[in-house]
Nanobody, 129 residues
């Protein structure tokens, strides 16, 4: 059974940093494309980063490029998201997600294309002064 559990959220001031973790079980992280999306109250889901296992490439939406870094530890079967220079508009619930049997994802016109089908319960990130 595919399971994803996020942790590491919290409250920070603008300009601060957080590192989110996503522990995966029931499947091998290295075999499937995996990524992150977020959802703020009253807004649609925003897929902003993914990691393609096909070639190891990483992809980011323009809104987070240069500030966020996605990575994984295959030995721990865990995905990470390092978030730096956080802004109030980054406030949202953050989810990690995967698509079983899909190894690729990409970005088009500044947006991440990642058709996920499993996701975790989410972790809250609040950026406020």
């Amino acid at each position: 059974q595919v399971e994803l559990v996020e942790s590491g959220g919290g409250s920070v001031q603008p300009g601060g940093s957080l590192r989110l973790s996503c522990a995966a079980s029931g499947f091998t992280l290295d075999d499937h494309a995996i990524g992150w999306f977020r959802q703020a109250p009253g807004k649609e889901r925003d897929v902003f980063s993914c990691l393609s296992t096909y070639d190891g490439s990483t992809h980011y939406a323009d809104s987070v490029k240069g500030r966020f870094t996605i990575s994984r530890d295959n030995a721990k079967n865990t995905l990470y998201l390092q978030m730096n220079n956080l802004k109030p508009e980054d406030t949202a619930v953050y989810y990690c997600a995967t698509r079983v049997l899909l190894s690729t994802c990409t970005e088009v016109a500044g947006k991440v294309v990642f058709p996920y089908d499993y996701w975790g319960q989410g972790t809250q990130v609040t950026v406020s002064s």
